[in-house]
């Protein structure tokens, strides 16, 4: 994991990641065919554009932390690595949402684990749940369309 020097700094990263989650999902709803994913896709665009939000309004002092559990179907251990293409089948575009999500999970776990105070702490554990929550949907939707 990368060494921060400063709060700021981690910040910075976090927020940077989202924008990149931001273009991503954007990229990836002009890929798709169909427009319900387009949609969820767009959606997802949006809630982590929310994300970038809180970061923003953490790294400025504003904290507002409500929790709850998520569940895991555990698909991406099973599932290999798929690097987004043109005209991506359904298949493939759920597992790198799902891939995505668990590594936004992770890097907001171990940011979690890092953090000196706890209200920070309990922010990214939050962000972390709010990553797993994402990476559930595309799970569930590929277990419709793989069984």
């Known amino acids: 994991m990368k ?12 927020i940077n990641a989202e924008i ?3 273009s991503f999902y954007r990229m990836l709803a002009d890929f ?7 949609d969820v896709l767009s959606g997802l665009a949006l809630q982590e554009s929310e994300h970038r939000t809180k970061l923003e309004a ?10 709850e559990e998520v569940g895991d179907l555990g698909i991406t251990d099973y599932v ?4 987004p293409y043109a ?13 995505k999500e668990e590594t936004a999970r992770k890097l907001y776990t171990n940011l979690a684990t890092v953090a000196q105070k706890q209200e920070i702490r309990d922010i990214f554990l939050k962000l972390a749940q709010e990553e797993a929550e994402h990476k559930m949907r ?7 369309a793989t069984f």
């Open 58 to 67: 953490i790294k400025a002092g504003i904290v507002a932390i409500d929790e």
């Open 20 to 22: 990149k989650a931001v």
């Open 80 to 83: 290999e690595d798929v690097k």
């Open 32 to 38: 798709v065919e169909k427009p319900e994913m387009a």
């Open 3 to 14: 060494t921060f020097k400063s709060f700021d700094e981690v910040m910075d990263f976090a």
């Open 138 to 144: 595309f799970e569930l939707e590929y277990d419709l």
């Open 87 to 99: 005209k991506m089948n359904y298949i493939d575009l759920l597992v790198v949402g799902m891939k």
